[in-house]
């Protein structure tokens, strides 16, 4: 069974960092394109970065170029995201998602919440 | 980016009742559209993908058609399972993937 669990969510300041993290099982991590996709509190799903097999191609959307960076570790089987700068409306949860090699998602996580206020 | 519009908004149907969701694309798409269902605190969950194609272990009540712009996802003798938040996605210009703004699917 595909397992796909995010953590290292919480409450930071605008302007502060935060790491998540989304831990993988049931499948060859190192055989998917992963991403990220976020949802603000009662709003849609927002697609935010992608990494390649062997993080050679890596995309963000333009909301968070610059300030997030997106890597994974394959022999961990791990999937990561650093954010800084963070702004009010990087308020959200964030999935992480398997590509089916298509780019649609097979595979989601519950997701990680991250809320940045004063 | 291509932007991807659904209708309606929230959509009320009685349980055992066809329920027809739409979606709508800025521009082409050909074939490439996604539909997923999401209910409160989950994670999304695929469903169709290539417009038609039913994911593994999706019910044969689900179905979706159309391409370029226009798809619709059909669901017959709606259970009570059913009702949801379901989005759509193009994934045939990218990046970035574009997903719809969702349709919630209420019971009437």
């Known amino acids: 069974e595909v397992q796909l669990v995010e953590s290292g969510g919480g409450l930071v300041k605008p302007g502060g960092s935060l790491r998540l993290s989304c831990a993988a099982s049931g499948f060859t991590f190192s055989s998917y394109t992963m991403d990220w996709v976020r949802q603000a509190p009662g709003k849609g799903l927002e697609w935010v970065s992608s990494i390649s097999i062997t993080s050679s191609y890596i995309y963000y959307a333009d909301s968070v170029k610059g300030r997030f960076t997106i890597s994974r570790d394959n022999a961990k089987n791990s999937l990561y995201l650093q954010m800084n700068s963070l702004r009010a409306e990087d308020t959200a949860v964030y999935h992480c998602?398997?590509?089916?090699?298509?780019?649609?998602?097979?595979?989601w996580g519950q997701g990680t919440l991250v809320t940045v206020s004063s | 980016d291509i932007v991807m519009t659904q209708s309606p908004d929230t959509l009320s149907v009685s349980p055992g009742e066809r329920a027809t969701l739409s979606c709508r694309a800025s521009q082409s798409v050909s074939s490439s559209l996604a539909w997923y269902q999401q209910k409160p605190g989950q994670a999304p969950r695929l469903l169709i993908y290539g417009a038609s194609t039913r994911a593994t272990g999706i019910p044969a009540r689900f179905s979706g058609s159309g391409s370029g712009t226009e798809f619709t996802l059909a669901i017959s003798s709606l259970q009570s399972e059913d009702f949801a938040v379901y989005y759509c996605q193009q994934y045939d210009s990218w990046p970035p993937v574009t997903f719809g703004q969702g349709t919630k699917l209420e019971i009437k």
């Open positions: 998602a398997r590509d089916s090699g298509s780019r649609w998602y097979s595979d």
